[in-house]
């Protein structure tokens, strides 16, 4: 592909903003912030990419989307490269990402909560103390109960709301 | 290849790389077999989650140790064609299931050794190690966070639950003098600014598994034998319990029949 014909950066994220989380596919891959660079080297386009966590099932398949997403588009000469430091955070999710995990039921997360094993904090949770209130996707109610520290998703966790009784995702803070 | 690897002996450098994959690796695979048993379905999901963030981590590791040893092994070569004297995961990771008490306390004595060592790799001299010690800090903050809950929720439970707790306690606690021992190899990479000595490390894993004992109010067994760090015996060095051979021949299996296969 020459430098002539090569589509323009911004016109390829926009179309990696199309491509959906495999796991969640309500939010895009751009959504979820795990795109970090896209540039052209020569005549390769070069997608770095940032995994959610270290295990995660559906990296490959991630990867696996972002090509064929850009190989449809006409794009033959892609390279991915994972890129793990700085690491991924759940605060890197959009706004827009948000209110689209609201909409489906997942509870969206609320930055600056992840887990830093401090056990200060951690007793002061136990003990009732805590002022994190997670809000039910469906009613809003905030009398809500965490039921596992895991869901159905290494980034999820599973809640259920006190008031309308429906259980629900909340999305990890990592 | 980066200046730290340059300063450091590179076996050494390998050999301790393997013994933090190993224990992501043997630990992961111990939790895994819960998966389908466990006594509810949110902790079987929550004990095939962390196993999942373990073998993703030790994927890191043990791909780092193979790119640093340079002689073509991968991740998967190591996981799964070393014999178990090859593996250098600690013994308290390859302790059997037990009950769910053991399990959990297992999975607290060294998620509470796990947080420390990620924290102090973070600083390490060499980036690929405080890259993937970054990565994996948050999934190993959020396991201690689990663990330290479970085991003040049984500890402080019912009498049956607490028994198991604090027999659970008494059973491993006899293990965990092995993750602080430092040898040649942890000197080795502690002077070339790799790694910590596994040594200072020890206050503050006393202090969160003190604070947490009490809050469970489980007696701590206080000085007590420790095994793999008198003699030649120990993981570190090779010298496993004869469980490791029990899992290696599940983990093994399919790619010691099947040279090769792959999904």
């Known amino acids: ?174 | 290849m980066g200046a730290a690897v340059a300063a450091v002996d590179r076996a050494a450098f390998v050999e301790w790389l393997e013994r933090v994959g190993d224990n992501a690796l043997v630990l992961g695979h111990r939790v895994s077999e819960w998966c389908g048993h466990s006594p509810v379905l949110e902790e079987d999901i929550a004990l095939a989650n962390q196993a999942l963030d373990l073998i993703g981590q030790c994927q890191l590791w043990l791909g780092l140790a193979g790119e640093v040893e340079g002689q073509g092994r991968s991740a998967d070569n190591l996981a799964y064609l070393r014999d178990a004297a090859a593996f250098r995961n600690v013994l308290l990771v390859e302790r059997p299931n037990g009950d769910f008490g053991q399990t959990l306390m297992r999975q607290f004595l060294f998620d509470a050794f796990h947080i420390e060592l990620m924290r102090a790799l973070k600083a390490s001299s060499d980036p690929r190690v405080a890259e993937i010690a970054a990565k994996a800090e948050k999934e190993v903050a959020y396991h201690l966070e689990r663990s330290a809950d479970l085991v003040i929720s049984l500890g402080d439970g019912t009498e049956e639950s607490r028994n198991r707790m604090q027999k659970a306690l008494n059973v491993l606690y006899p293990y965990t003098g092995e993750m602080f021992h430092d040898d040649a190899t942890d000197k080795a990479v502690a002077e070339a600014g790799i790694a910590p000595l596994p040594s200072s490390l020890r206050a503050a894993w006393d202090a969160t598994v003190r604070e947490v004992l009490e809050a469970a109010t489980l007696t701590h067994p206080g000085e007590t034998y420790q095994h793999g760090i008198n003699g030649a015996g120990g993981g570190k060095r090779g010298v496993h319990s004869e469980y490791l051979g029990y899992i290696l021949a599940e983990m093994q299996f399919l790619q010691r029949a099947y040279p090769g296969a792959v999904w």
């Open chain 1, 1 to 174: 592909m020459s430098a002539a014909t090569r589509p323009q950066i911004d016109e390829i994220w926009r179309w990696l903003s199309q491509v959906p989380d495999p796991e969640i596919p309500v939010i895009s891959l751009t959504d979820l912030g795990i795109v970090r660079d896209v540039a052209w080297q020569d005549d390769t386009l070069v997608v770095t990419v940032t995994p959610t966590y270290s295990g995660c099932p559906a990296t490959s398949i991630i990867n696996l989307d972002i090509e064929q997403a850009l190989r449809e588009r006409g794009i033959e000469s892609i390279r991915l490269e994972r890129q793990l430091s700085p690491p991924w955070t759940s605060d890197w999710l959009t706004e827009e990402g948000r209110e689209k995990l609201r909409a489906y039921g997942i509870a969206p997360p609320i930055d600056g909560t992840a887990a830093d094993g401090r056990l200060a904090g951690r007793i002061a949770r136990l003990a009732g103390s805590s002022n994190l209130t997670i809000a039910c996707p469906r009613c809003g109610s905030t009398h809500t109960e965490k039921i596992s520290q895991f869901g159905s998703t290494p980034c999820k966790a599973s809640y259920r709301c006190k008031d309308c009784l429906e259980p629900f995702d909340y999305f990890k803070c990592i």
